[in-house]
């Protein structure tokens, strides 16, 4: 569905991005992690036609951003990091408008559908200056989604949201997810892991790693985490635990709790448990130690911050 | 074409909204109104009783001055702030081609001027309630002619700078500096150099609408020269948006 070949972008003489090639497919979320300045919105803006490349080739169901644009814009719902809206119209006259430019058919009932499916319905009638940040936010998105795009670009959408506004914005984009392609920027590790099926991490406008979430987790640590707790004491457990065949590592901790560590792909999570109940203690917690995405982007982007010290 | 006409009636709308739009049609109205009114005054208190009636060219004359100051105004937005509040990058990445954006915007504002235009049609209409046989009616359609003609080259102009400039009163300066030499000093040259005097003449709008529509003299020239300054002001507004996307 998204095809990037080579992508470099300069500005003047700084490389905001710098020979980028990957891929998405279809029905895919396909996360796009780094810090700010990344190259992130550049390569976005890049694949919605806003801008054309410096060098580089990228495609959107087969049409070239730079030579067809228009047909790449018919096909591309995004979502800008500033969410651009009219805040002197109102809700539905703002996704009128869009309809409109996008010549859709039936615009005002397709626009009641959307503003349902992001639950702004209630507001159609509201000006946009008086909407919240997160339901500003999710305006955004019902303009993105309202000719039901088959790509679609969304530029940090939970940015500046509450939580309970960000698990909405995210079911929706999971929902939206299930049979379009999903490309979605942010800089918060935990959404990329929890809403991606892969996540490509840029640094510097160069990509620095491509993997899913879990994969990516393995690489770096080369091992899987489990924090657990029981009742009672754990030292003994924790010897038991530690005989275990591809266990590699054991670690008690107080009251009761102790980590355990294991191959990427074996999971023995079953087999651990088995031995905690024949070994007569009570079960309490099991649960991944799910912080080594964090590490992983802080070691991958600090690597190539060292490189560029010792460069200089 | 469905896409300008889109983003003309966006426009269109957003003008009845606007303050600006409002001071200035109001300014607009007010200020031919009263030159109408003393005008009128004038004629009827004039002791030595005067030759000649009175004709419309006491309102398309003042209007055509004023539109010097009015587009400025209505279209120093028009880009510029689409540039300022983010919603550029909508209208880029919609599938709409960037002269329909710059083209659909002129024909808003052009529209919203129509309709001041037409309210000043009711100085006419008195006027012709007042002199006796009536006014002359060849010398206020081509007057009329040659107003809506300047507002659109006007506009076209005014859309052209407003693309260049994230700032509206950047664009607002930018345009009305502009049109001081198009109106004023761009004809000047005609008057000192012996030879070339009329290509300058040519160029000069304020005599193509003094010298020519409002006396009611229509030549393919005239109206071949307001056209160009249309295409040339769509032409600038889109290429400055194309430049912006290289930016």
């Known amino acids: 569905m998204i095809r990037v070949n080579e992508l470099s972008k300069n500005f003047g003489l700084r490389k905001a991005i710098d020979n980028i090639s990957f891929e998405a497919r279809q029905g895919e979320i396909l996360g796009f992690l780094g810090p700010n300045g990344a190259g992130k919105t550049t390569t976005m803006r890049i694949l919605t036609g806003y801008m054309p490349p410096s060098s580089g080739e990228a495609t959107i169901a087969g049409y070239d951003v730079v030579t067809e644009s228009l047909e790449v ?15 002197d119209m109102t809700v539905f006259g703002y996704l009128k408008f869009m309809s409109d430019l996008r010549h859709l058919p039936n615009a005002e009932e397709r626009v009641e559908e959307t503003l349902e499916m992001v639950g702004l319905l209630d507001r159609a009638e509201g000006y946009i200056g ?12 019902a303009q993105a989604l309202l000719h039901r795009p088959e790509v679609l670009i969304l530029d940090e959408p939970t940015i500046g949201l509450d939580p309970a506004q960000i698990i909405e914005v995210r079911n929706v984009i999971r929902e939206v997810g299930k049979e379009r392609t999903v490309m979605l920027s942010t800089h918060i590790l935990s959404e990329a892991q929890q809403l991606c ?7 510097k406008g160069k990509i620095v790693a491509e993997d899913t979430p879990e994969n990516l987790q393995a690489r770096l640590t080369g091992a899987e985490r489990v924090h657990m707790r029981v009742r009672g004491e754990v030292a003994e457990l924790a010897e038991k635990i530690g005989q275990m065949k591809g266990i590699q590592e054991v670690q008690p901790k107080e009251e009761g709790a102790l980590e355990f ?44 911050a060292a490189m560029e010290v010792n460069e200089e | 074409m469905r896409n300008i006409w889109t983003i003309a009636k966006r426009e269109f709308t957003n003008y009845f909204t606007s303050p600006i739009a409002y001071t200035v049609a109001f300014l607009f109205l007010a200020i031919i109104g009263l030159i109408f009114v003393l005008n009128l005054s004038y004629y009827t208190s004039n002791p030595f009783g005067y030759a000649d009636a009175p004709d419309t060219r006491m309102v398309t004359g003042p209007m055509a001055f004023l539109l010097i100051l009015a587009v400025p105004a209505l279209t120093m937005r028009l880009l510029a702030d689409e540039v300022r509040m983010g919603t550029m990058e909508l209208l880029l990445t919609a599938p709409v081609r960037d002269f329909e954006l710059v083209t659909g915007k ?21 006027l012709d309630q007042l002199v006796r046989p009536g006014i002359d009616q060849v010398l206020m359609v081509s007057g009329y002619l040659g107003i809506v003609l300047t507002t659109a080259a006007l506009l076209a ?32 040259p005609a008057g000192i150099l012996p030879v070339g005097g009329d290509f300058f003449r040519y160029l000069d709008l304020s005599s193509q609408v003094y010298d020519n529509f409002n006396e009611g003299i229509l030549k393919l020239s005239s109206i071949i020269y307001f056209l160009s300054l249309t295409s040339l002001g769509l032409l600038i507004g ?10």
């Open chain 2, 238 to 247: 889109t290429t400055s948006v194309e430049i912006r996307r290289w930016k």
């Open chain 2, 106 to 126: 002129w024909l808003g504002a052009f529209l919203f001027m129509l309709v001041l235009i037409a309210i000043t049609l009711v100085f006419p209409f008195l």
């Open chain 2, 157 to 188: 102009l005014g859309v052209g700078f407003s693309a260049m400039f994230s700032n509206q009163v950047a664009a607002f300066f930018a345009t009305i500096s502009v049109f001081v030499v198009l109106w004023w000093l761009i004809g000047a």
């Open chain 1, 197 to 203: 099926d892969r996540i490509l991490i840029i640094n």
């Open chain 1, 261 to 304: 560590q294991f191959a990427p792909g074996q999971d023995l999570r079953p087999e651990v448990a088995r031995l905690v109940v024949q070994s007569n203690y009570d079960l309490l917690e099991m649960r991944s130690v799910n912080l080594s995405l964090e590490e992983i982007f802080l070691q991958l982007t600090r690597d190539e």
């Open chain 1, 130 to 141: 008086n909407l919240s940040k997160g339901m500003r936010q999710r305006v955004g998105l």
């Open chain 1, 73 to 87: 814009r018919k096909r591309v719902g995004y979502l800008p990091e500033t969410v651009p809206l009219y805040t």
